[in-house]
């Protein structure tokens, strides 16, 4: 038997779409503004990262130092928000995919697709998971031997 939280169950009522969709929007703000020192606000203490080919845990503060090397890595780069789309998961959870597209310093365009679960506690929401779904790395690598 499956159970499943009512979303007022506890007496609350977290945030709907609009709101979580707006907090991933001043995320991505922070980040194109490289304002890295707001970023704690946005995450768990923990955050489950998985990607093509890992999946772990790491601290807030390793999410982050990886945000400021990926960052100069891509100076030129900008990766604007381009469409989202969220399920509401209970009440306390949604999981929301993003299409970011990046443009770089060549004009190169890469279409990236990522997604988050979002989580309201303590009358917050955090990004408790960050899922992506292409390797930028090996991209930009592949790119770069292209041209």
């Not at 998985?50 to 960052?71: D, G, K, L, Y």
């Amino acid at each position: 038997m499956f159970s499943h939280d009512n979303p007022t169950a506890d007496g609350s009522c977290g945030p709907g779409i609009d709101a979580v969709q707006a907090f991933l929007r001043r995320y991505d703000d922070s980040v194109a503004a490289s304002y890295f020192d707001s970023l704690p606000d946005f995450f768990d203490p923990q955050i489950l990262v998985v990607t093509p080919t890992t999946s772990r845990c790491v601290t807030r503060e390793e999410f982050i130092a990886a945000a400021r090397a990926r960052a100069r890595g891509l100076a030129a780069g900008r990766a604007p928000v381009a469409a989202q789309s969220t399920i509401d998961l209970g009440g306390h959870y949604w999981l929301t995919s993003t299409h970011w597209t990046l443009t770089l310093a060549d004009a190169a365009t890469l279409d990236l697709y990522s997604d988050f679960l979002v989580r309201h506690a303590d009358g917050e929401l955090r990004i408790a998971a960050y899922l992506t779904r292409q390797d930028l790395p090996r991209l930009v690598r592949d790119m770069s031997r292209t041209d």
